[in-house]
């Protein structure tokens, strides 16, 4: 491979590598504590899973449904072999063509799952919590969409691979001629 491509596939794929890490800082900094103010009741939502259908209910209007009783009705786990019926409930919830829902479910262990629930619209808002046998613990707000910040990060990127590349170019020519 001639010395000049060579040279491009690397700076490519550094650049490549620093987005990645550009967009996984992007999502961290996306999140904040969970947070009980009225801006964000519309996308701290929770999903309640009924027999028959789901409901994605604020987080400020749970205090009817907890503590959960054993023999309720409705729950807070979405067993696996639901798991299918509750994406495809989530996408088509709601009345809104320009807004839809998103929902990431993490098992953590036998009894707690890790729930993600966005609102995906203009931006993308939403509740991380983990959901229990007994209840919900909420944990933090999704306050913006990662995607502006790594919009702002592309920036960094490239000045970083050029950085990369410059110092790579200067420590070629440094080298003692052997």
Same mark, same amino acid.
């Given at each position: 491979?001639?010395? !000049?491509?060579?040279?491009? !596939?690397?700076?490519?794929?550094?650049?490549?590598?620093?987005?990645?890490?550009?967009?996984?800082?992007?999502?961290?900094?996306?999140?904040?504590? /969970?947070?009980?103010? &009225?801006? !964000?009741?519309?996308?701290?939502?929770?999903?309640?899973?009924? @027999?028959?259908?789901?409901?994605?209910?604020?987080?400020?209007?749970?205090?009817?449904?907890? @503590?959960?009783?054993?023999?309720?009705? /409705?729950?807070?786990?979405? @067993?696996?072999?639901?798991?299918?019926?509750?994406?495809?409930?989530?996408?088509? /919830?709601?009345?809104?063509?320009?807004?839809?829902?998103?929902?990431?479910?993490?098992?953590?262990?036998?009894?707690?799952?890790?729930?993600?629930?966005?609102?995906?619209?203009? +931006?993308?808002?939403?509740?991380?919590?983990?959901?229990? &046998?007994?209840?919900?613990?909420?944990?933090?707000?999704?306050? +913006?969409?990662?995607?502006?910040?790594?919009?702002?990060?592309? &920036?960094?990127?490239?000045?970083?691979?050029?950085?990369?590349?410059?110092?790579?170019?200067?420590?070629?020519?440094?080298? @003692?001629?052997?």
């Amino acid at each position: 491979m001639k010395p !000049f491509l060579k040279r491009v !596939f690397i700076c490519i794929f550094v650049f490549l590598i620093v987005l990645v890490i550009a967009y996984r800082v992007a999502e961290t900094q996306s999140r904040m504590p /969970y947070s009980q103010e &009225p801006a !964000f009741d519309k996308t701290n939502v929770v999903l309640v899973l009924w @027999p028959e259908h789901i409901e994605l209910r604020q987080a400020s209007d749970l205090s009817d449904l907890l @503590p959960r009783p054993r023999n309720a009705a /409705y729950s807070f786990l979405v @067993p696996e072999e639901k798991r299918r019926w509750v994406e495809e409930q989530v996408r088509d /919830y709601g009345d809104s063509p320009e807004v839809g829902w998103y929902i990431d479910i993490r098992q953590i262990d036998a009894d707690r799952q890790r729930i993600e629930v966005d609102r995906v619209g203009r +931006h993308r808002m939403g509740l991380i919590y983990e959901a229990t &046998p007994n209840g919900v613990v909420l944990l933090q707000t999704r306050a +913006h969409d990662p995607i502006f910040a790594l919009l702002f990060g592309s &920036p960094f990127c490239i000045i970083a691979t050029v950085f990369c590349w410059v110092t790579w170019k200067l420590t070629k020519r440094l080298q @003692p001629l052997a």
